[in-house]
């Protein structure tokens, strides 16, 4: 089993819509939990932290569900820009930041 | 602000040959990671640096060797490059476990 697992997608949405991607990690000691957004043929970058109470910044929302060991992304009201790959991402044993394959989303017009 | 900077951003190799990816970061960050991203495989952690001194394998650090020089560099090599050394390789730094880590570029090798 992969320490973190996605849905590799695509999701392909029209404009406006809500998505929700979810991720699942096997480490019940892992701490830390990010998304991270990786446009095409360019380097990672953080999308935002997950908190153990949730975390949300305008059109996303992040949870994290510790018993279960998945995190959730929702983005509503999709954008075309928000068209990319979203990276899960999970802390094993304090510094070594583990990377799902990602979910490619699409938006279209 | 630079950031992370990785250098070269391309690179072709023979089956053979040897290179050092260089990476700094101009964040005072103490961690340092590399990775390599392959199609549908994610990224996958090579090794990384807690901090200035110590490095660690990851998940997959066969044929590669790193050198964490100061505080700011880490660099990667590859000894005898082969073709399944073929991908997009990413230099990364954060303070710690739980902070967000930035990324260099990219170095996009090719072996053949």
Redesign the interface.
């Known amino acids: 089993r992969k320490e973190?697992e996605q849905d590799?997608g695509p999701f392909n949405v029209p404009e406006g819509a809500t998505v929700a991607f979810n991720c699942t990690y096997s480490n019940s000691a892992s701490?830390?939990f990010?998304w991270y957004r990786q446009d095409c043929?360019?380097?990672?970058?953080?999308l935002m932290?997950v908190y153990s109470s949730g975390n949300e910044d305008g059109r996303f929302t992040a949870q994290l569900n510790r018993a279960s060991q998945y995190i959730s992304l929702l983005i509503r009201d999709s954008k075309l820009s928000d068209s990319a790959t979203y990276?899960c991402?999970v802390?094993k044993y304090?510094?070594?930041?583990?990377?799902?394959?990602?979910t490619i989303l699409r938006v279209k017009s | 602000n630079a950031g992370v900077t990785q250098t070269p951003k391309f690179q072709v190799l023979k089956t053979g040959q040897s290179m050092t990816l260089q990476c700094a970061q101009d964040m005072n960050h103490n961690?340092m990671?590399w990775?390599r991203q392959d199609p549908?495989?994610?990224?996958?952690?090579i090794y990384?640096s807690?901090s200035e001194g110590t490095t660690d394998k990851?998940?997959v650090p066969n044929g590669y060797n790193v050198s964490r020089l100061n505080k700011r560099e880490f660099s990667l090599r590859l000894e005898s490059a082969a073709p399944s050394q073929t991908s997009v390789y990413?230099c990364?730094s954060?303070e710690?476990?739980?902070t967000?880590?930035f990324?260099?570029?990219?170095t996009r090798l090719t072996v053949v």
């Open positions: 973190v590799p701490q830390s990010f043929r360019k380097e990672p970058k953080l932290s990276l991402v802390n304090g510094n070594k930041l583990v990377f799902g394959a990602g | 961690s990671y990775y549908g495989m994610g990224l996958r952690l990384y807690a990851g998940e990413f990364a954060s710690g476990w739980n967000e880590a990324f260099g570029q990219g």
